[in-house]
């Protein structure tokens, strides 16, 4: 069974620092990985994903997350945070699966919540 | 890129009634819809995976009967709360599967619903 886990759930950082955002993962196989943001009300919008290639994937917004295998993490990284970064950033699995009808499902990780301070 | 549209945006209802929320994919065909039910600060939880030309595939513990899902043509998906209830008042997110990009997902706004 695939499934993804944010340990943390609220991230504080100071506008212009660096910030992470944690993520781990167990699938069975090769994992999808997904990030994406949520702003209140609103419906989910792709950061960046994993596939497959480099293990640096880089995103909308300057947003890179780092795919480590060993670890099983894919942390979602900014090298300066803005405050318009605050917001609730969800990680994500793709169920690979052996077929059937939940072919295709994302998992979600319970969520961060990344508040930067001016 | 793929867009998702989801309306209303914002519904209020009358404990009893019955809401409909639709979910359509303007500019690519998704055989495959997924729809989300988003408590306050809680993850998203999926209720069912929705298919076109067949039956909805639904969570455990998610009532079919109540969440009723149609999916008629390859652009279109509904979710209608059936007989709607204060603790239905959530927050549902559709999603639908564009596989013209292999793996790309898109997300609808959203739709508040508030049974009072």
């Known amino acids: 069974a695939q499934s993804v886990a944010q340990p943390e759930d609220q991230v504080n950082v100071a506008e212009g620092n660096p910030l992470t955002v944690k993520c781990t993962y167990s699938v069975s196989g090769n994992p999808y990985l997904f990030w994406y943001v949520q702003y209140p009300n609103r419906g989910l919008q792709f950061l960046l994903k994993y596939i497959t290639g480099d293990n640096l994937v880089k995103g909308s917004y300057g947003f890179e997350a780092e795919f480590n295998k060993s670890q099983t993490s894919f942390h979602l990284k900014k090298p300066s945070a803005l405050v318009s970064d605050s917001a609730l950033y969800f990680c994500?699995?793709?169920?690979?699966?052996?077929?059937?009808?939940?072919?295709?499902?994302?998992?979600f990780g319970r969520g961060t919540q990344l508040t930067v301070w001016p | 890129g793929a867009v998702v549209s989801q309306h209303p945006s914002r519904v209020i209802c009358k404990s009893g009634t019955s809401v409909k929320i639709e979910c359509r994919s303007l500019?690519?065909?998704?055989?495959?819809m997924f729809w989300y039910r988003q408590f306050p600060k809680k993850s998203l939880m999926l209720m069912a995976t929705s298919n076109e030309g067949s039956k909805a595939t639904y969570e455990q513990g998610v009532e079919k009967d109540k969440f009723l899902i149609n999916h008629a043509s390859l652009t279109l998906s509904t979710l209608t709360v059936t007989s709607a209830h204060p603790e239905d008042s959530s927050f549902y997110i559709c999603?639908?599967?564009?596989?013209?990009?292999?793996?790309?997902?898109?997300f609808g706004s959203g739709t508040r619903l508030t049974v009072v």
């Open positions: 500019d690519f065909q998704a055989t495959t």
């Open positions: 994500a699995v793709r169920d690979l699966g052996s077929g059937g009808s939940t072919l295709g499902r994302l998992y």
């Open positions: 999603s639908a599967r564009d596989q013209r990009t292999g793996d790309g997902y898109t």
